[in-house]
């Protein structure tokens, strides 16, 4: 419900986590779409981002794959104000981490991992169930966040701005 998609967000501190989920809840994206997202699939005037890649783990191994899980998975999405602004306070907080970083791998991620790498996708369904757990619903996955009905009406509102 709307409710608890916003208690789920409200007990998020940092930043790039809080940004995360919002753009799960936002957007429907699946969990390896909206780690495969890079800087240049995101446009902040036009209010959109494209989907062009996944990230994957594969033998233990994260890495950015440059396809999607099928043809039609590569596609455009629009965004609400209230997403850009957080996009806007993500990168800052991202650019932030990378002048302090000794080691960064530039992948020009929207959510880069500690250094710059690939995020794990496990550890997102991890935090998901932490979170989720903490608002009483131990049940809900990362990926119910696509079929939430919350996320469907933010998606349907959004296109309707076209």
Same mark, same amino acid.
């Given at each position: 419900s709307?409710?608890?998609?916003?208690?789920?967000?409200?007990?998020?501190?940092?930043?790039?986590?809080?940004?995360?989920?919002?753009?799960?809840?936002?957007?429907?994206?699946?969990r390896s779409e909206i780690l495969?997202?890079?800087?240049?699939?995101?446009?902040?005037?036009?209010?959109?981002?494209?989907?062009n890649q996944t990230v994957l783990r594969i033998d233990e191994v994260t890495t950015i794959s440059?396809?999607?899980?099928?043809?039609?998975?590569?596609?455009?999405?629009?965004?609400?104000?209230?997403?850009?602004?957080?996009?806007?306070? /993500?990168?800052?907080?991202?650019d932030m981490r990378r002048l302090k970083a000794t080691n960064w791998r530039n992948n020009n991620l929207v959510f880069p991992g500690k250094f710059g790498t690939p995020r794990d996708p496990a550890k997102v369904s991890l935090k998901c169930q932490k979170l989720a757990t903490a608002i009483g619903r131990p049940d809900f996955t990362m990926h119910d966040a696509r079929?939430?009905?919350?996320?469907?009406?933010?998606?349907?509102?959004?296109?309707?701005? /076209?």
């Open positions: 709307k409710e608890e998609v916003e208690t789920f967000l409200e007990q998020i501190d940092d930043v790039e986590w809080h940004a995360l989920f919002k753009l799960a809840f936002t957007t429907g994206l699946r495969g997202l890079t800087w240049d699939d995101v446009n902040l005037k036009q209010k959109t981002l494209t989907v440059k396809t999607t899980k099928n043809s039609s998975s590569r596609r455009s999405i629009s965004l609400d104000d209230k997403t850009i602004a957080e996009l806007l306070k /993500l990168r800052t907080c991202v079929y939430s009905s919350y996320t469907r009406y933010l998606i349907i509102r959004s296109r309707s701005k /076209l």
